[in-house]
């Protein structure tokens, strides 16, 4: 044990110093800390978004983003629903059995990939390489499409094609059918996309 004699006013002025520097560190941290939280920005990205489908007539596509997604939301014709069973034998996963639990919610596990047959809900990019594919609504024979073309979407930059359901066709480079993102009613005509609680 050293014989030196303490000062007393240094020892006071060294933890007076500390303890200012630890208050200081302190509040140095807090924003430091605080940039680790999400922002409002981020926060907003992935919370559900409302769609009002009331003017969307029968043939028609509205487009609103979730999570920084497309999501489609198309009002199909009673001519579009019927045809969409006939089309099963041209089809990769026509039941929507390949990987359910991440592109088809159990709501939408039939043949419409619905809740309401006529109104479908899918994100718009392509399962293979995260493309958007296009609007092909119009029927019959098509450059890039087959000559019975019932109607449905195109994927400019493979060349994979979808039907009216998001149902993708065999032999093309996307691997599984669109994504059905949660969703559910509110009303009949307003959709909440990114929740399914009451689906």
Same mark, same amino acid.
Request: charged content about 25%.
């Given at each position: ?89 041209? $089809? @990769? ?5 390949? *990987? /359910?639990?991440?592109?088809?919610? =159990? ?6 990939? #619905? ?48 039907? $009216? @359901? ?5 032999? *093309? /480079?996307?691997?599984?059918?669109? =994504? ?6 509110? #009303? ?12």
């Amino acid at each position: 044990m050293s014989d030196t004699p303490v000062d007393n006013s240094k020892r006071t002025w060294i933890i007076a110093s500390s303890c200012v520097g630890a208050v200081g560190g302190a509040f140095t941290a807090v924003p430091f800390i605080r940039s680790f939280e999400p922002s409002e920005r981020a926060k907003a990205a992935g919370a559900a978004v409302e769609a009002d489908i009331s003017s969307l007539k029968p043939g028609e596509k509205m487009t609103v983003e979730w999570r920084g997604k497309p999501v489609w939301i198309m009002r199909r014709t009673p001519e579009q629903v019927a045809a969409l069973p006939s089309l099963d034998p041209q $089809l @990769a996963d026509p039941k929507s059995e390949r *990987k /359910p639990d991440e592109f088809t919610p =159990e709501y939408a596990r039939n043949e419409m990939r #619905s809740i309401k047959p006529e109104v479908l809900v899918v994100v718009g990019i392509c399962t293979h390489l995260g493309c958007s594919p296009s609007d092909r609504f119009q029927t019959g024979a098509q450059p890039s499409l087959p000559d019975d073309w019932k109607g449905g979407f195109f994927c400019p930059c493979h060349g994979s094609t979808f039907d $009216l @359901a998001g149902r993708v066709y065999k032999n *093309k /480079p996307a691997p599984d059918n669109l =994504e059905v993102p949660p969703h559910m009613y509110l #009303s009949d005509n307003k959709l909440l996309i990114g929740e399914d609680k009451k689906a």
